[in-house]
């Protein structure tokens, strides 16, 4: 199906949010989402991550596809992830410490969020034009920042309340995340509605 | 020096041990996978138009030919041609997809070129509310609006109860989306295809 | 009430006023104590250093201490008598602060013996800092901060404008009505001295709009001079507190940790002008001030002038209490103190005395939690946000609420506590953050 | 030894405004909405209100005494939870659910937070979205208002048993209804079917809806009640109003013949009881003055977007939980400058 | 997570047998990679919506790790510590494309149900960590074992989620109905919200059950101790 691009960007930004509906980049989403000064930084590392290893796996899949070697697909792409995230960690380390101060420790565990490696795949699979997967990364991976920096100021102010010892941790930002989730439930059909 | 060379070349056996692994997994599936994936195709398709025997898969070429597909690896436009056991003609299975309520629903449905009906409809795949706008694959009374749809008029949607032609889908109550993105989608699928269709039917009656 | 001509500010509270009771009575003389007990350190800054002996005769108005520094000030004797004795005494804060205990003679006169005339027109700046000094004039709004200090200006800094701060915001206080109404001419003296020690070219006193008879008389004796200004203002709280009023008033922002002068002016408060403008001309000290005793469980409510160092129990037996008082606060009810002990003596800085009942001083309001209602964040006067900081406060994040939020630049107003309908002690909440972060710097 | 302290600090003051006073006002201008839901709707809507409220006070009451706090039902918002949380379901809606709902909307919407004043989220609504979830047929079973043998006789649904399917509704409807009537609200049939509806019975609230979001105009009248007692902020409901009101005119005047009226996005569906008792709600929305605007606005803006760009009829509940998500973000990077910061920047 | 493993150990009286047992149960309860851990969220919240789903991710999964470790703690020596990560990706996503032919030529409904949820393996955290934490510093058969316990813990853990998510939200359990056809569906727990409510129930039950028996062991240990005491 020929999708038009203000389609593919509102569907995987908010219909389809990576996090909250698809599931995809979860255990950053709950383990870095306790500060908003990491969860910012983790959703912007992510945004060039993707962008970057999605075009990069948006060429190397054209070469797969020419030589019929398709069973290479996941692991050539985990290994444009991985090269990425070693490239930029370098390249800022050179560029600017003080950027790589704020941002290196999260970039390593980029390589582990599947929201990294299901943007290129999804292209692939669903067989997204240049255009079309450049689009869908910047969507999806923004979907993924405000997911995880919304939860984090969410984290943050509940942080501040009398929560039961009990439902402290991990419970309490699940529930955040599904009441998060049954909210982005209203943008269902966004865009197709009349 | 050496310490680098160490590392590449046991980079380069880990790549080769793998490649290997992958290769060989690839070469022992693939014909599995294949006939796993036209099993599917082809029940599907049964389904849709019983007594079926045999069954053509036809590409549509841009230019507005056919041509006869070897298995249903291929994607791209194509429709199923169907023939009982005695080489007679029954109908074909043309493929659609539509932006539903949560995602695409993708479906297959029978058409019949002689009376310009459509005389089934499947669903493959949706995401679409459980309980509301996943009737369209069980809502017995909504499946029966694909019995006998009228094609020769544009078809459309109604709100429930109120199917009053032939050519009416009529809706599921409270899953007004679901129902719509289905009479959209056979809506424009028929007017791309049946043209085809109908230009070269006695070939594909002849099952050419 | 010409609310339409009257300036004001955004934030603040509108607090019930409480000041019918006493702004239309006349200033009263208070007798003298049996005792009189003069602490040393009755001011901001270094204590006064005792130039008496014990059992020596002192005269109403004589000096009975001297500065201990430039910060100080000196102390004079408020009556004719004998240092019984230069002991430990209370003080509001609650501690012990030496203090000269003062005897007077039995049926002795409240005429000021003491003191000389002196030609102020002919003085340098530097000569009148030094008269003020000696006064021992301090801040009389309740700061208690010298007030040669405030006119001796730093280095490199230029004060155009004196503000002359006539608001007097607090609820139940009449103090500064009573002495803006009764000695207007000695308010604009103050002024004008004050102008000429700074250097100012303009003087603007601020009332609010709530004492007419105050502006009206201001007015009047301003008539001759043309650099002075009365500007009527609507009555909100706090008005009254420094850098608000340089905001209304000039439309001048204080920056946060920094002083008046930064953007060019000094507020001072009328009864300490009023106080200049009386003793410095006949180079007399001060020996006793305007004190408002009033509140529900008064039976004279009225003002008082009373002489330094009388104890407020004997103050209160003078204008009787009504049965049930609960807590006596000495300065008004929004920022003024509690005070543990009825044996500590009236001193510069005690604007009134305020004395509740059980009914008012109601402990048993509940605390709730926080419902965000925003009512702090609209009222303080600083823009910060009391409602973050007491969530803050509550987990002890002392440092972020320092860093992130402003904390310092609360200065317990009490708005947001006043607003609060879920009746959080914002204010104290404030305090210990501040308490604990100074002690955490001492530490560090 | 905690209250003398507080006793001997400043401000000796108060204001006579507490939280008890401005959540019981807030009851008291629910109630006539509750009475005239009653009267629309009948017997069934009158069970619902006092299941959903039963159903959050015992869970409060409950989950305080297993925390061993001291019980928080004496300060009335649970009350208020309740009430809203039956008036913003169908009149129809069967019990059990309800019950569910309400301690859905006590229990994980509120008490895990810590109780009042820390909820991130409105807890009605949390309950509201997590039946429409979980129920999602059952809560469009719409019934007419004034229906025939309203006050008499309970809608079959209501006394649905727990976990079994209801009955459905069409052949109650169709023995008590006044005139034709499809089992869709009006923003349902604006959306879907493009039938316009009158405005004058939006107002008065004679229509199909939930059971306390028909009636525009009381709705209004209660909220201004609150609003002059100032025990409301009147920026909210005015943001909200203001900001639906100019994008529904945008797309209303960019394509009359395809978007309806914006007065009718006003009145229709929850808008006004969302933007006079839910997006009001002081505990979820943000504490700064531009913040609350902003606030506000969004909400307005999202309803809006999801009307009549999105899959749903109504989008209100969306709308407020959204930016109750990011109140927060708001309330932080929208700090008031403080008094002095700009010369310290200087300086 | 690890102090359980040293208690474990000191515990048993016989080392070696014991030994190798407690690397396959760990992952089974003391060290749930789900309950416990917290990995490998992506899939546990996504693929549970039926228990036929979550056991075929599980098994899928516990077949990755169980060859993934296999392979790395077979070159675990030679592995110089530059490359260790690269190494053991390029391991896992081997496994990977190998379960993911081979799901695919065992059921292709299965195939899709799963979706892109069986590449996405490679990018599980739990698979890493058990590379690094485990693999990397254990003999083969150990290791294999430690894949295999853990995988069938993260099976556990799915299939627990699978039943809640299955009988509310659609009645059935693998397929069956369960409450007859009349049973009105918590439709809610078959959406995403569902995942993280019934994922966020479990948490809440696990550390419920884990309080209680750590104050019942602190209980009675300090039974324990008194009579001690007293002797003494």
Redesign the interface.
Known sequence: MNESLSHIFVDALLINNFVLCVFLGMCSFIGLSGKFSTAWRMGVSVMFVIIVSSILSYGTNLVLVRFHAEYLRIITYIVIIAATVQLTEMFIKKTSPALFRAMGVYLPLITTNCAVLAVPLFQTSRNYSFVQSVVFAIAASGGYTIAIVTLSLVRERV????VPSLAKGTALTLVLAAILSMAFMGFAGMGNGG | MTNSWQMIRLLGAVSLLCGLLIVGTQVNTAARIRSNQETIMRESVARLLPGIEKQIVYGIQPSGDLIILPGIEVSGPRFFAGYDAAGNFLGVVMEASERGYADVISAMYSYSPDTRTITGFQVIDMKETPGLGNKISSDLPFLENFKHLDATRPIATVKHGAKKNPWEIDAISGATISSRAVGRMLQKSVAEVAPVIERNLDRIKRGQ | MNWLSSRSFSQG?H??EFKDATCRLPIRRLPFAPVLIVPLSQHTGAPAVSIVREGQEVVRGEPIAKAGGFVSVPMHAPATGRVERIALAPTARGDLSPAIFIKPYPGASQEILYGAPQDIEHMTPEQIIAAVQETGVVGLGGAAFPTHVKMKLPEGKRVDTVIVNGCECE?YLTTDHRVMVEQPAEVLAGARIAMKAIGASRAIVGVEDNKPDAIDALRKAAAPYTNLTIQSIAAKYPQGAE?ILI?VLLGR??????LPS??GTAVFNVATLAQIGDLLPRHQGLIERVVTITGPGVAKPGNYLAALGTPLRWALEKVGCNAGVA?V?L?G??????V?SLDVPLTKGVTGV?V?TSR??N????I????????C??AC?????P??LG??A??ERYEEMENV??LN?CF?C??C???????I?L??YF?LAKQMNRKRKAIA | MK?V???????????P??????MRNVVYALLPICAYAVWLFGASALALLVTTTAACVATEIFICKMSGRESSVG?FSVIITGLLLGLILPPGFPLWMAAVGGFIAVAPGKMLF?????NVFNPALVARAFLQAAFPVAIMGYTPALAVHRLSEFIPTTFAIPLIKAAPLAGWIEKTRVDAFSGATPLMLEKFDHVHSELWPLLIGQRAGSSGETPALLIFLCGAYLILRRFM?WRIPAAMLTSALVSSAAFYFSDPSRYPNPFFMLLSGGMMLGAMFMATD??A?????LG?WIYGSLIGLITVLIRLKGGLAEGVMYAILLANAMSPLI?NVT??????????E?? | MNQDQPTCHSASPEPSPSETFVAFTAGLWKQNPVFVMVLGMCPTLAITNSVRNAIAMGLATTFVMASANAFISMVRKLVPKQVRIATYISMIATSVTIVDYLVKAISIPVYKALGPFIPLIVSNCLTLERAESYAGKNPIGKSILDGLGMGLGFTFALTCLGTVREVLGAGTFLGFPLFGSNFEPWVLFLLPPGGFITLAMWLLTFTLWRERSDKRKRAREAALEKPVEIAS
């Open positions: 942080e501040l309340s009398d | 509270v607090v019930p609820p850098k905001q922002e204080v920056p946060s940790g920094g930064d953007v807590s606060i300065g009810p929004m920022m003024g103190a509690a543990g305020l509740l008012e001083v402990g048993s309001r509940k709730y939690p926080c419902i965000k209602c925003a009512a964040v609209e006067p600083m823009h910060l946000n409602s973050r969530l803050l509550r987990k939020f402003h630049d317990e009490g708005s506590s006043y607003v609060c309908p879920a009746n002690p204010v104290q305090r | 209250p302290i507080e006793l001997r600090t400043s401000p000796h003051l108060h204001a405004r507490s939280v008890e006073t401005i300060d810590g109780g009042l004043g820390f902020d002081p505990v929305s943000p504490v700064t003055p609350i309330d700090q008031p400058r403080s008094y002095g910061a700009r010369g310290k200087v300086a």
